[in-house]
């Protein structure tokens, strides 16, 4: 990987807001902007991580989040919103980020990370299989609220 650091989002800064603009219609056309309270509802959430991939200039190429939360049967680790800039695809960013995120939450005692993804996105698929994720037979349904 070509110089790519992945760390925590620990704070809501104009870069993070600059990068969330550019990033979010990257990885959907239909979702509203990310503002700033949602970033900072995001970082300080203690249920979310917020990973954020830099490139040598200290540019922000990519993000993911993590959600992590307690059922009943245990600790659960779930990755959303991956997204790396269309510029940096290629060089290792969604690798990194996914990399940081499944660490995470192995230290913090989830057993198991799950994550969804549209066929449409081979790519994707193809690096969640080749870091081990195992398509599941399952039904995922949606209930739009909005």
Do not use: C, K
């Not at 991939?53 to 989040?65: M, P, Q, W």
């Amino acid at each position: 990987m070509a110089s790519i650091e992945v760390s925590e989002a620990t704070e809501v800064t104009p870069e993070l807001v600059a990068a969330f603009e550019r990033l979010i219609p990257q990885l959907s056309s239909s979702s509203p902007p990310t503002t700033d309270d949602d970033l900072r509802a995001i970082v300080a959430s203690p249920a979310t991580v917020l990973f954020v991939a830099t490139d040598g200039r200290d540019e922000i190429v990519g993000s993911l989040t993590l959600a992590l939360f307690r059922i009943p049967t245990g600790l659960r680790a779930w990755i959303e919103d991956v997204v790396v800039d269309e510029a940096a695809r290629g060089l290792g960013v969604g690798e990194a980020l996914n990399r940081a995120a499944i660490d995470h939450s192995r230290r913090e005692g989830a057993r198991t990370v799950d994550l969804t993804s549209r066929p449409s996105r081979e790519a994707a698929n193809r690096l969640y299989q080749r870091l081990g994720f195992v398509e599941r037979a399952t039904n995922v349904y949606r209930l739009d609220l909005g």
